[in-house]
């Protein structure tokens, strides 16, 4: 069933395919897999046609091994992952071991994880510390993306800190890009400004007023 499915989504890929857009994707994403060039919104709905195939329609879709095959493959998992959390987990660790491009990484990283995230949060961390010391250098990147999520959730800042700490003097180029995107969600989430109450937002808008009056005089 799974070979059926594989087939009928290589057939659609190639008539959704876009000579225009290879070139393009091959240096967005640098690598030696092959590309169809289709664009997102029909990896989207590929994806969404063909969640029913589960769990081994992944895994032929990450295994044939083009660009897109894989990306429908982590958006496919984004859709089911928490139907089996065991299975998605080992899937991701396995996925993790033929990394080979930026956009593969963050997709892993971010969608293939979304059904396991708020359930197994120590599991996910777990997993990070583990790639954090990794010598592949896609799995360095990947510790941090799989835990760009919890950057919103300040409980989790410390553990997120130690991950991106590790890999602050690393010299791969990816890696460094992903300490600077991890830190600039940090950032941004430690200044977001308190929300105060309707009556106190009014005063101190009179206040702000006030003293405004009180500098131009």
Known sequence: MANQQLAAIQQQLETKSDK?????FGKMVPGEQ?????????LNQIAKEFKVGGFELVASLWNS?????????????EQIGGKDVERTLQMVREFAKKIDNWA????????????????????VFKLAA??????????R??????????????IHHPKIKRLMKSLETDHEYYVKKAVQWIKRNLIKKNQEPISLPAGRQAR???EDKIRNQKNRS
């Open 141 to 154: 990147r990947l510790s941090l993306v799989m835990v760009e999520w919890y950057t919103r959730e300040p």
């Open 20 to 24: 225009s857009n290879i070139e393009f």
């Open 34 to 42: 092959k590309i169809y060039g289709v664009k997102t919104p029909d």
């Open 65 to 77: 091994g083009a660009l897109e095959e894989k990306i429908i493959a982590i958006k496919i998992l």
């Open 104 to 123: 593969v990484c963050d997709g892993l990283g971010m969608q293939a994880l979304k059904g396991v995230r708020k359930t197994h949060t120590d599991e």
């Open 204 to 206: 101190t808008k009179k």
């Open 130 to 139: 583990e790639y954090n010391r990794s010598k592949d250098s896609w799995k």
